[in-house]
């Protein structure tokens, strides 16, 4: 096991997890990066720690300094705890539509939490706008200053995983790897991960896997950015080619309806004991999807972004379930009921 100075040189270097039953189902060996386990519980850590050590390198990011962002929650999880440990103060715009859990973690870490209504990104008060807005707004107020994350249009995101996530990976699977697929929230992990893979792999396949809303899988198929149906994943569906996205290209990509995403993620906690969130359910039906595109024998790695305990009152809450019309997997109505 590693030591470490401080909680956020633990960001990073997650363990590559097979999947058991979805490799025994599609004769593939499906694995799973497991971001989870970072200190913040998701994916996003590693992008909050690029974000905010090249703003520090970059002199904009100033000492006792405030950091501003949209967030869908995870990404404001990783940023505070980044700032909590670096002496810096964060204030997050977020979506009132996010789980309840993400809102609470949030005020525990000490962001100040702002929460807007849900707005498509082209409506001046979606929160991703009104986070730039405030941020600009307090780097005049504020003595010490305040910067804009931005991961969606700031790079620092995308590399974040050109030189950790992907670097990671084919480590991990000494260069046997024949597919990377997962969903897209800012492009980050899927674009960083692809570039550093296909840096080292010519013959390496890059799989979208898109949920129902988002706009990629139609960009990918046909060149139009087109949004269709709808999803209860929270964190990913993109409706637009971001600055992180720029440059990538799919082999495989693929549309992905919750009814048929969900399942896989009470299948691994009820058979593996994964406990993960509804993106990871859309990168693992990702995942067989390509397993079968590839056929047998091929090694394809996916994404668990983040833990499931975040979603208890919505994925993993019968009557939630019920209410939006998706199936309610047996267990899950026999465990102890759920307060929210
Ligand atoms: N899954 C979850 C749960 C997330 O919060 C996010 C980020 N919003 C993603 C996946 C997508 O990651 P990225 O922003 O790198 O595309």
Known sequence: MAKHQDLISAIGNTPLIRLNRVSQLTGCEIWGKAEFLNPGQSVKDRAALFIIHDAVKSGRLKPGGTIVEGTAGNTGIGLALVANSLGFKSVIVIPETQSQEKKDALRLYGAELIEVPAKPYRHPNNYIKVSGRLAEQLNKELPNGAIWAN??????????????????????????????????????????????????????????ADPEGAALYSYFTTGELKPSGDSITEGIGQGRITANLEGLTVDFPYQIPDTEALPYVYDLLEHEGFCLGGSSAINIAGAVRMARDLGPGKTIVTILADYGNRYQSKLFNPAFLRAKNLPVPPWLEQRQPIDV
């Open 151 to 208: 991961q969606f249009d700031n790079v620092s995101n995308r590399r974040a995983h050109i030189e950790t996530t992907g670097p990671e990976i084919w480590n991990e699977t000494n260069g046997h790897i024949d597919g990377f697929i997962c969903a897209v929230g800012t492009g980050g992990t899927l674009a960083g991960v692809a570039q550093a893979l296909r840096a080292r792999s010519k013959d390496i396949k890059i799989g979208l």
